[in-house]
């Protein structure tokens, strides 16, 4: 596991993707994943501007489009798995129906064409069951503090009781599924901006 910098991490993913074989069918899987309010969003729009700078075709899915609301992180891994991942890994399109957080329930359908690279953000995006399929697992991190600051920041204060749930189901999954040690990549990100 190495460890890069927040402004060097999508050069530095970015070549270790193209550095190896690809795991899912003929395209590469990055997965950037770690606590809420970590950063991951931006690195994941980073790593996918990256690539394409180096002429790869790139799609970006976000985990907060698959989860089933506040209460959907930990089922999350085998929406993932079957609509996206499966077919993807057998050069077929992928499809999946966007999670409205706002009206709670599902919402249109999106599909994810094959690509070279297929970036997935978000808590959970790695996980066991899946792991074969990924060829890089960056993981990134933040204080505590910084990360709920982030979040109530983006989402609201009003979020906050909900925000706490959430810190607590994904330091649940991360340990279950030890996702840190997995990590290719880590980066910190403690600028509370």
Same mark, same amino acid.
């Given at each position: 596991m190495a460890s890069a910098e +927040? /402004?060097?991490?999508?050069?530095?993913? %970015?070549? $270790? =993707? $193209?550095?190896?074989? +690809?795991?899912?069918?003929?395209a590469g899987l990055v997965c950037v994943d770690g606590p809420s309010g970590s950063g991951k969003? /931006?690195? %994941? %729009?980073? =790593?996918a501007r990256e690539l394409e700078s180096r002429g790869c /075709? #790139?799609? #970006? =899915?976000h985990m907060d489009d698959l989860y089933d609301g506040w209460g959907g992180l930990l089922g999350s891994g085998p929406l993932?798995? @079957?609509?996206?991942?499966? +077919?993807? &890994? @057998?050069?077929?399109?992928?499809?999946?129906?966007?999670?409205?957080w !706002?009206? *709670? *329930?599902? %919402?249109? &359908?999106?599909?994810? +064409?094959? /690509?070279?690279?297929? #970036? =997935? @953000?978000?808590?959970?995006?790695?996980?066991? @069951?899946h792991a074969g399929l990924v060829t890089v697992l960056v993981w990134v991190e933040a204080p505590a503090t910084v990360r709920l600051e982030r979040a109530v920041r983006r989402d609201g &204060?009003?979020?906050?009781? !909900?925000?706490?749930?959430?810190?607590?189901? *994904?330091?649940? $999954?991360?340990?279950?599924?030890?996702?840190?040690? !997995?990590?290719?990549?880590?980066v910190t990100n403690d600028d509370a901006r």
């Open positions: +927040p /402004t060097d991490a999508s050069r530095r993913t %970015a070549d $270790l =993707v $193209l550095d190896r074989s +690809p795991t899912l069918g003929a969003t /931006t690195l %994941a %729009a980073g =790593v /075709t #790139v799609a #970006v =899915v993932l798995h @079957e609509q996206l991942l499966a +077919p993807l &890994s @057998e050069g077929r399109s992928g499809r999946y129906r966007r999670y409205d !706002h009206r *709670e *329930e599902r %919402a249109e &359908s999106r599909a994810v +064409p094959v /690509t070279d690279v297929l #970036v =997935v @953000e978000g808590v959970g995006s790695w996980r066991r @069951e &204060s009003h979020l906050a009781p !909900h925000l706490l749930r959430w810190q607590r189901d *994904e330091d649940r $999954l991360h340990a279950d599924e030890g996702t840190r040690d !997995h990590a290719d990549l880590v």
